[in-house]
């Protein structure tokens, strides 16, 4: 009689593990998170439910391996890019670029972590969002700093331009995803590039709120929190 060996049985391990998390992300992408339980995942890969407990003890826990999984491949592209350009702009511009298309090629994914539920075992989805994104948004932020300086432009850290700039890019990737197409446009090249070009406008000028519809808060409240971004 002969036993497995322990690298069979790792493998074995793994390739499960793996099954079980494609499975459940076309599954939530493709129902919502609420909809689809265990059983119907274990059913979907040939299995009793009973096996996803020996991988992961709930069904958050599979989502949280998947939107990690799916962010840390949104910070190698990122990085990936922004190695290819020398100068900020070029940077900005690239990397910009590419998290609007990561997300409109991995529209499975991205739904998986932007469009799952509103409550995240006990965290909001904005603040959990917020927290498993701080690697990628932190580069972000540091390189459309690294772009105001080199540039000119009138604020260089600006902390509510770098925010504005970050949503109005999700925002389309987000409406790309949902829609799938441009209206009465079938190159959505050209909405991205127009994009991409007026929000350069708008920076080179930052418009600004008068001081008075803004909310006061102390400076080291602010340099708190863009050290914090800037360090992960």
Known sequence: MTSTSPSRRIERKERL???ILAAASKMFADRGYEAVTLREIAKEIGYTHAVIYQHFPDKWHILV???NETIGLMVQ?????AA????PKERLFATSRGLIQ?????PQQFRNVFFGPENRNGVRAGQYIDDIGRPLFGRFVQLFFDVARDEGLPSKDDLVVAHTWWYSIFGLATLMVIQGVVPDLPDQTLVVEQTLATLWAGV???PRLPKSAITKRSDRSRASKQQQLLST
């Open 17 to 19: 593990r793996g099954e």
């Open 65 to 67: 391996e998947l939107s």
């Open 204 to 206: 080179q000028a930052v």
């Open 77 to 81: 592209n990122f990085d990936a890019i």
């Open 84 to 87: 290819k350009h020398l100068a």
């Open 102 to 106: 990561f997300c409109v090629a991995h």
